[in-house]
């Protein structure tokens, strides 16, 4: 799931307020607002009902991976044009690192959306939604430190590259 597709925004951030980054919630230090994970949250939610709630498997199985910019763009969110221009700015290595823990929670759900597709016994959906949840729940948490500034979660290697293209793209 690549976020090529993110090209679609024309806001520029010069001079962007303070305020209306935090209206957006951006965060200001890495650029990149938290309102993604709502996308992995609400399907998270609807695994872990699921053993009570059968019914959500349909939910579930009509739910569609979504990178960043296309959640933001098929959002109804005032600021989303700033929104993925801030995503477009941000750091390199920290949207690679956000990317690739997103890429891998939409492989996890694809896989997991398709088992339910199967005709499953009520027990093995359970099952299936609770491991699949439980799975997810520190890689969304490790997306928020992310987004919110904890760059440990960033590689070395991912860092040294990004200081690299930074020095041609001067």
Not at 26 to 46: G, Y
Request: aromatic share 6%.
């Amino acid at each position: 799931m690549s976020q090529s597709a993110c090209q679609i925004s024309t806001v520029g951030l010069a001079g962007v307020d303070p305020a209306q980054l935090a209206e957006s919630n951006i965060n200001p230090s890495t650029w990149l607002a938290t309102d993604f994970l709502n996308h992995f949250n609400e399907v998270i939610m609807l695994l872990e009902m699921l053993p009570s709630a059968p019914e959500c498997a349909e939910d579930i199985i009509a739910w569609q991976p979504m990178t960043y910019c296309e959640h933001f763009a098929a959002s109804r969110l005032k600021h989303r044009d700033l929104v993925i221009a801030a995503y477009e700015a941000a750091d390199p290595a920290i949207r690679g690192t956000l990317d690739g823990i997103a890429d891998n929670m939409n492989s996890i759900l694809i896989a997991a959306r398709d088992g339910l597709k199967l005709g499953l016994s009520s027990r093995t959906m359970a099952n299936l939604a609770v491991e699949v949840a439980w799975r997810l729940k520190p890689m969304v948490a490790r997306a928020g430190s992310l987004i919110n500034g904890d760059l440990a979660e960033i590689s070395p290697q991912a860092t040294a590259q990004a200081a690299v293209d930074a020095l041609f793209d001067a």
